[in-house]
């Protein structure tokens, strides 16, 4: 990461005033922004912001910026990663999350990144197997685990679904279905 990153306890007092809600999320941390501009994790939670506000333009951008600033903050890449495919650009997704296919076979994200390779092809048993070994691995990042946990109950649902019932949706794949509605109820981390 770059050497002019704010302080930690600079971050916890934004982490905090963001978690009490009190008021303009994006000028608190833009207030901190204009002091470090080169601080990637300040990027990532503005990008964080505007995805929770529905505006994916800004939200791309910036989580955009705090991989550029930093290729190896991983979870930024991960979530970048998982906000263009839940945004309908999964080639971009595969491509934002190459460099985590090279992390070790043991990285949460790496084991992820592989159940959502499985899951944009439609191929769930594989992908549920990945997530649920993803799951086990991370003791980091429970919110994380969570999002996961809440796209394997979907995708345990569409894959009874399919087996249960003929395909009602003709083209659509089941898994474009299943990320159209995931998108706007994840949580960026």
Do not use: C
């Not at 978690?19 to 994790?41: K, M, Q, T």
């Not at 989580?63 to 971009?92: D, H, K, N, V, W």
């Not at 899951?119 to 197997?129: G, H, S, T």
């Amino acid at each position: 990461m770059p050497d002019q990153l704010a302080p930690d306890s600079d971050i916890s007092e934004l982490a905090a005033t963001l978690a009490r809600n009190e008021g303009d999320d994006i000028a608190s941390v833009d207030a901190l922004l204009e002091r470090y501009p080169e601080d990637p994790r300040l990027h990532f939670m503005r990008g964080s912001i505007f995805a929770g506000s529905a505006r994916p333009i800004e939200a791309h951008a910036a989580m955009t910026q705090a991989i550029e600033l930093a290729p190896g903050f991983t979870i930024a890449r991960y979530q970048l990663g998982f906000f263009e495919l839940t945004s309908g650009q999964p080639e971009q997704a595969l491509s934002t999350w190459g460099p985590l296919l090279a992390e070790a076979e043991d990285n949460y994200l790496r084991v992820f990144v592989e159940g959502m390779t499985h899951l944009i092809r439609d191929e769930f048993a594989p992908a549920m197997a990945k997530f649920e070994h993803g799951m086990a691995l991370n003791k980091e990042n429970a919110p994380l685990n969570n999002d996961i946990r809440l796209l394997v109950q979907e995708v345990r649902k569409l894959d009874e679904r399919q087996h249960g019932e003929t395909d009602v949706n003709g083209d659509v794949s089941a898994t474009a279905l299943l990320l159209g509605r995931f998108g706007g109820n994840r949580t960026v981390n």
